[in-house]
């Protein structure tokens, strides 16, 4: 069984900036694939940021690129979500995820999440 413990959600001024971080227990966490997803009220769920087991190859859905940068330490067993230039429409639980591949969308593990509130 894999936990997996988000951190560093908060509420932030529009434009402002936030660095998440998620640390999973286990000894297998640098051969895996980790996501960042979010929910909004009222949404599904969707995705975020991938990133690939060595960190060299990474994937982000459309309205964050230029954004958020995600990035993972296997030494400490943590991949983080640095988010710049937050919007109010970045509003949402955010929850870390272990996938089975890097552009695929099938989680094995979910966080429990973390709240980010942009205001204007």
């Known amino acids: 069984q894999v936990q997996l413990v988000e951190s560093g959600g908060g509420l932030v001024q529009v434009g402002g900036s936030l660095r998440l971080s998620c640390t999973a227990s286990g000894r297998a966490f640098g051969t895996y694939a980790m996501a960042w997803f979010r929910q909004a009220p009222g949404k599904d769920r969707e995705f975020v940021a991938s990133?690939?087991?060595?960190?060299?190859?990474?994937s982000y859905e459309e309205s964050v690129k230029g954004r958020f940068t995600i990035s993972r330490d296997n030494a400490k067993n943590t991949v983080y979500l640095q988010m710049n230039g937050l919007k109010p429409e970045d509003t949402a639980i955010y929850y870390c995820?272990?996938?089975?591949?890097?552009?695929?969308?099938?989680?094995?593990?979910w966080g429990q999440g973390t709240q980010v509130t942009v205001s204007s």
């Open positions: 995820a272990r996938v089975r591949t890097l552009y695929g969308r099938s989680v094995d593990y």
């Open positions: 990133i690939g087991w060595s960190g060299s190859s990474t």
